[in-house]
């Protein structure tokens, strides 16, 4: 069984911060990746940003230099700091991973339950 578990998502005023973190656990041997999408109402969910297990980064456009991803690979955990933000902001935040469980060849995606980030005007 593997898990992830976020944290960190609430209400801000714009132009506040929030840091989100995401802890995978259970019978782990690699993970290949991880990272945070998000989708508000009335819209598709897209990807925010995401580290890989040789450290590379992705984020959206809509995200880059305002957000940043970081990993402790001692604690499988992920984080998004983010900064600056917008209303448009506002969606519920789900970690992601792949990760390739105890005894496997492959590796499987995994999806938290979401946060919701809420920033008001």
């Known amino acids: 069984q593997v898990q992830l578990g976020e944290s960190g998502g609430g209400l801000v005023q714009a132009g506040g911060s929030l840091r989100l973190s995401c802890a995978a656990s259970?019978?782990?041997?690699?993970?290949?990746?991880m990272g945070w999408y998000r989708q508000a109402p009335g819209k598709q969910r897209e990807l925010v940003a995401r580290?890989?297990?040789?450290?590379?980064?992705n984020y959206a456009d809509s995200v880059k230099g305002r957000f940043t991803i970081s990993r402790d690979n001692t604690k499988n955990t992920v984080y998004l700091q983010m900064n600056s933000l917008k209303p448009e902001d506002t969606a519920v935040y789900y970690c992601?991973?792949?990760?390739?469980?105890?005894?496997?060849?492959?590796?499987?995606?995994?999806w938290g339950q979401g946060t919701q980030v809420t920033v008001s005007s």
């Open positions: 992601h991973a792949y990760i390739m469980r105890l005894g496997s060849s492959v590796y499987s995606a995994y």
């Open positions: 259970g019978n782990i041997f690699s993970i290949n990746a």
């Open positions: 580290i890989f297990s040789g450290g590379s980064t």
